[in-house]
């Protein structure tokens, strides 16, 4: 019988930790459970991020999420990334390392977006083959999340909750639930999220994801720009109930309030772990005007890589 | 080449979704690029042959969801690399240079780290032709972006490049202690953080005025003129010294790993003075130079 978590620590309530908030964490030591950060801003820095993020190690759990892994794409694995990862989880002791069901670029481009796989045979032997290499690699922990998507295949055979089932089963890797992700691309593909989520392994799942997003009535964009919204809420409380309770992270990457309403945020999470807690929280889900629209403005995108921009005198 | 119905691989559907989504031209002209066309052959009116269509979107209108966040995710980046460019250009004209260059340089890396490193190298090849009454090798309006844009680079590139944050410098006193006579034979290890620049507009007099302007306000575009800047970063933020030929003369022949009065020799050369007021200048500088952190230590030969 499998461990819930795969047996791995459920860290508790998490924030992602980012540029705007350095300053705050690192004077007041705030009382967060655990910080997951963006690895690719970090694996390469000489400055202050690496010298800030080394501090909050020494204090905080950390886990790596990266956005450039790339491994649906059907271009070769970057070993040089992936050793510049390997560094990175040593220095920080990430508990473990995550990336997206997604591919970035094909023919040595990277798009910065996180690109659909079609759902199929062979997408799955591709993906699963290089999930093993990788975890051969790393030798560390590794988890793969559910991206937002915005279309679907028609060569896809599978659906896919069925896809990532498969998937960490054959490869024997983690997941990282990201429950907004469920409820947007359920939006945007006509599925049933509940579905979704109960169609999981969920002793396979080792984190959840909360975030915000933009509704524009017909279709909704993965913003993380905003406060987690009811149903998203209502999912999670599912999701809890399903795997036991696991390391659950907000994450906020545009329209970045102060740490503490982001930590504010997170916690709210608390009242969807018990069932006769209090209701949803009043975050009833705001629906925009699509671009173009009369009152419409213009269209938020999604950010995968957030950037930390220099200091300059 | 897949025809219409075939088995597609997952190769070809993935080279063929990139084409589409970073055409220029959007979905439609994506579908139909030649690129896209020799990947899966198909009009824009059967694009749900590959992509299907949602209860409220068509499969083009689906597409455009990445097409248009591929190059607005992208603009924005640029556009937070050199704010003071995009505040010279204003935003449209910046939005046009960085779309074409987002075009000839698309990113090929892992960070969007790089993603501006070769702006400045993509408007010098696209600079225009100098006008028929300008003379040859003319400083002109387009130097001026050139110039701004290296510098904004740079900046970057000293923010979270290597740095000496923590770790021993040359002092004033190690260097006053070091034998006078062996001066002109030692060498000083600069930080690895020192940059100098050569610009031909006075782009780090521009940058401070640009970031001072308020609201609404525009700084004025300077006209040329040689301007010599040393970046380094202490303490993690980056610093600015605005510097004399001679000065850039000095600094650039000890970053070169040429021996201190070489180094000397080749700002005398330049700086007309005569050798007691260079004696007094120079005593200045390193006093400066020394009290900013420019160098790790001193060396003899």
């Known amino acids: ?313 | 080449m897949s025809e219409r119905g075939a088995p597609r691989s997952l190769d070809v559907v993935q080279r063929w979704f990139q084409a589409v989504v970073t055409h220029p031209e959007g979905v439609e002209g994506g579908v139909e690029s030649e690129e896209a066309q020799r990947l899966i052959r198909l009009n824009r009116s059967e694009l749900e042959a590959v992509i299907g269509r949602s209860r409220n979107l068509t499969a083009a209108e689906r597409m455009g969801i990445y097409a248009n966040a591929y190059y607005a995710r992208l603009l924005e980046c640029l556009a937070s690399f050199f704010p003071i460019l995009q505040k010279a250009l204003g935003e449209e004209v910046f939005e046009g240079f960085a779309f074409e260059y987002l075009q000839h340089y698309p990113s090929k890396s892992y960070t969007l780290d790089r993603l501006g490193e070769s702006f400045a190298r993509f408007l010098a090849e696209t600079r225009p032709e100098p006008e028929q009454e300008e003379e040859p090798g003319a400083v002109g309006w387009p130097d001026f972006l050139i110039d701004l844009t290296l510098f904004e680079w740079n900046l970057n590139q000293v923010f979270d490049g290597p740095g000496v944050e923590g770790k021993p410098l040359l002092t004033a006193e190690l260097l006053q202690s070091f034998p006078a006579e062996r001066f002109a034979e030692a060498r000083l290890v600069p930080v690895p953080c020192l940059r100098l620049l050569a610009f031909r507009f006075p782009i780090n007099a521009y940058y401070t005025a640009a970031r001072h302007a308020g609201e609404g306000e525009e700084a004025p575009i300077p006209d040329p003129t040689p301007e010599y800047v040393a970046l380094t970063r202490r303490d993690f933020v980056v610093r600015r010294f605005p510097l004399t030929p001679a000065q850039h003369a000095l600094l650039e022949k000890i970053l070169a790993g040429a021996p201190v009065g070489e180094a000397i020799a080749a700002a005398a050369e330049i700086s007309g003075l005569d050798d007691e007021a260079l004696g007094a200048e120079l005593q200045a500088w390193f006093r400066l130079w020394v009290a900013e952190g420019f160098f790790q230590s001193i060396t003899s030969p």
Not at chain 1, 11 to 18: A, C, I, N, P, Q
Not at chain 1, 204 to 227: E, M, S
Not at chain 1, 301 to 308: A, D, K, N, S
């Open chain 1, 1 to 313: 019988m499998r461990l819930p978590r795969l047996g791995y620590d459920n860290l508790g309530l998490g924030v992602g930790l980012r540029s705007t908030h350095f300053d705050y964490i690192l004077k007041n030591q705030p009382e967060v459970d655990w910080f997951e950060v963006i690895s690719e801003n970090f694996i390469d820095s000489q400055g202050r991020p690496r010298y800030v993020l080394q501090q909050i190690a020494e204090r905080y759990p950390v886990v790596m999420h990266g956005v450039s892994l790339s491994i649906g794409s059907t271009d070769p694995l970057d070993f040089e990334y992936l050793g510049k990862l390997k560094r990175l989880a040593r220095e920080t002791n990430a508990q473990w390392i995550s990336d997206h069901l997604c591919w970035t670029g094909i023919l040595g481009r990277n798009t910065h977006d996180l690109l659909p796989v079609p759902f199929t045979e062979a997408t799955l032997r591709h993906v699963v083959e290089r999930v093993r290499t990788l975890q051969d690699f790393l030798e560390r922990p590794f988890v793969l999340e559910n991206p937002s998507s915005y279309i679907t295949f028609q060569d896809s055979t599978m659906d896919e909750w069925e896809f990532i089932t498969r998937m960490a089963e054959e490869a024997d890797c983690g997941l990282l639930l990201d429950v907004n992700n469920v409820y947007v691309s359920s939006f945007n593909h006509d599925m049933d999220p509940d579905q979704f989520i109960r169609s999981l392994p969920h002793e396979r799942i080792v984190q959840f994801h909360l975030a915000g997003h933009a509704n524009y009535t017909k279709y909704i964009i993965d913003t993380h720009d905003n406060h987690v919204v009811d149903p998203v809420w209502e999912l999670y409380r599912t999701a809890h109930q399903l795997t036991g309770g696991v390391s659950t992270l907000l994450e906020w990457d545009a329209n970045i309030p102060p740490f503490p309403v982001v930590h504010a945020e997170v916690l709210k999470a608390k009242r969807f772990m018990g069932e006769h807690l209090e209701p949803a929280a009043a975050d009833p889900e705001p629906v925009l005007a699509a671009s173009g629209e009369e009152g419409g403005h213009h269209e938020a995108v999604f950010h995968p890589l957030h950037q930390i921009l220099a200091e300059v005198e």
